[in-house]
């Protein structure tokens, strides 16, 4: 690896009304290597990436590029100086052909001919190995689908520096490895790549260096082989990791085992193939599965979020009806979405506002909670869950990843559910959160309540789960329970069929 310098961040402050976001924070990034930016969320990693890429202006330090002093006044800027980022949520145009996508906004893009662009377009997928064609609408394609669109667009812009955030949350395992082919290709180019994931085992898979920040402030950089994992959380928590050993005793025999508290046959609906599950009272189990797997689509049906077609659905016993949302939550059941800025969070609303949502809704609009009781309840379940936020009235979009998933969670704890369903509640959030939210899971199943949780880290699951559903091509090819919950039994159910 090179070690030619070719990004140098040195004392960079950026303040907010009552926040220091980046407090003297330096980061250096060498020529062709793989540096992960590491840090829990608040702790400064969007907000230094969005003041390298001109997004906010820094109120002190430097910034050197190739050794020589800039300023970046815009995203715009950046782009033009080399600087390219592929961010978490996909910022691209649905309504747009592929092509359109890959070349809007580039600065000779109105000058390229509609079949050249196509043909440029098919060329570069092509050489990425990315299944789309130039002339699909981008919002036909699959999320993941899109997200490699957005790298194959800041692949192809020549860029020295490619800022690559949380790119890998919604790939799977083939197609990460596609990813880290071409990261590892742009490196050996001598492209600077900064990578933030909250993914561990594959900061250490393509990482060379990694740098981490805590609270606004740099805690160090270090060559991968020199930080043991274990020390990477500590550094990143600030604290030691000893309870992380407790998660894996969650035992089984928490569960009661006869009180089966929801059962569904050959439950379908327009995104779900028929499938039967149950659920008793206190069990925490997961539908586990690759990307595509029908993992989501399931839970789904179970919630009603999707238009339920088929099957029989029991609960506590009795034969009930759910082919809504609103029908759901009437019989005790809550929903985090896997997608918490489309289908959780309302950006605009204060943390008080969207904390009472679902409880305002069973309630119906003609019993209005009072302003008081809206306080009582946000200011408890910001201090139950930790919440880090300026205060109630905060706008939630303005919150880190990590703690608008904490306001979903206590919207729906809010309502005293009898079956919580958590859909990647810990993806894209620090491991910190991670922790907290898994710990919640465990408590909420010791006093009585079922939770489904679902996590694209096997890991997770086998943490936090007493039974896992394994599914493939959107249907159960096996359950998991006792001695065969394991990675290895995980990786050959979905590989085989049937465990």
């Known amino acids: 690896m090179q070690e030619e310098i070719l990004l140098q961040m040195k004392g960079i402050d950026k303040k907010f009304p009552g926040v220091l976001a980046l407090n003297g924070v330096d980061f250096t990034l060498r020529k062709g290597e793989i540096h992960a930016l590491m840090g829990e969320n608040g702790a400064g990693k969007s907000t230094l990436i969005k003041v390298l890429t001109g997004v906010y202006q820094k109120d002190g330090g430097e910034i050197s590029l190739e050794g020589q002093n800039v300023s ?13 980022t592929v961010y978490q949520e996909i910022t ?25 662009r196509e043909k440029r377009a098919d060329e570069i997928l092509g050489g990425l190995g990315i299944p789309a064609r130039s002339t699909q609408q981008l919002g036909d394609c699959s999320l993941a689908v899109q997200q490699m669109v957005a790298i194959a667009r800041a692949v192809d812009m020549n860029c020295k520096v490619l800022i690559l955030d949380e790119p890998t949350s919604s790939l799977d395992d083939k197609e990460v490895n596609m990813l880290f082919d071409l990261m590892r290709d742009l490196k050996s180019k001598g492209v600077g790549i900064i990578f933030v994931t909250h993914f561990l085992e594959q900061v250490y898979e393509v990482s060379d260096r990694i740098t981490v920040l805590r609270n606004g402030e740099l805690v160090g950089e270090y060559p991968v082989e020199k930080l043991p994992r274990v020390e990477l959380v500590s550094k990143m928590m600030g604290k030691d990791l000893d309870e992380l050993s407790t998660l894996g005793e969650h035992e089984e025999k928490k569960t009661i085992v006869n009180d089966v508290l929801y059962e569904a046959e050959g439950l379908s609906s327009s995104e779900a193939q028929p499938f039967d599950f149950s659920i008793r009272r206190g069990e925490v189990n997961g539908f586990t599965g690759l990307l595509g797997s029908g993992r989501s689509e399931s839970v789904r049906a179970i919630f009603g979020a999707d238009k339920v077609n088929g099957g029989t659905v029991k609960i506590k016993g009795e034969q ?64 139950v869950l930790n919440i880090k936020t300026a205060s109630r009235e905060t706008p939630v979009g303005s919150l880190s990843g990590g703690n608008q998933q904490k306001v979903i969670l206590a919207r729906w704890l809010l309502t005293h559910p009898d079956y919580l369903i958590l859909d990647e509640p810990t993806r894209g959030i620090d491991v910190g959160t991670k922790l907290e939210i898994q710990k919640l899971v465990l408590k909420l199943a010791e006093e009585g309540v079922s939770v489904t949780f679902i996590s ?25 329970k006792g001695k065969d919950l394991n990675q290895t039994q995980v990786m050959k159910t979905i590989a085989g069929g049937e465990a």
Not at 73 to 80: G, I, V
Not at 357 to 366: D, E, K, W
Request: aromatic content about 4%.
């Open 320 to 383: 009930v009806k759910v082919t809504k949302p609103i029908d759901a939550m009437k019989h005790g059941i809550g929903y985090l979405a896997e997608d918490r800025k489309r289908d959780g969070i309302i950006a605009e609303l204060s943390v008080r506002e969207n904390i009472i949502l679902a409880l305002q809704v069973m309630n119906g609009m003609f019993k209005p909670i009072s302003r008081s009781e809206q306080e009582a309840f946000a200011d408890e379940y910001i201090k």
């Open 72 to 84: 970046i006044k815009s995203p715009q800027d950046a782009q033009n100086k080399g600087i390219s």
């Open 92 to 116: 691209l145009c649905p309504n747009l052909t592929v092509a359109e996508n890959m070349f809007i906004g580039r600065e000779n893009g109105s000058w390229i001919k509609r079949k050249e």
């Open 456 to 480: 694209s880290e096997v890991e997770e699951m086998l943490r936090t789960c007493s039974r896992l559903i394994v599914m493939r091509d959107r249907r159960i090819v096996g359950e998991l």
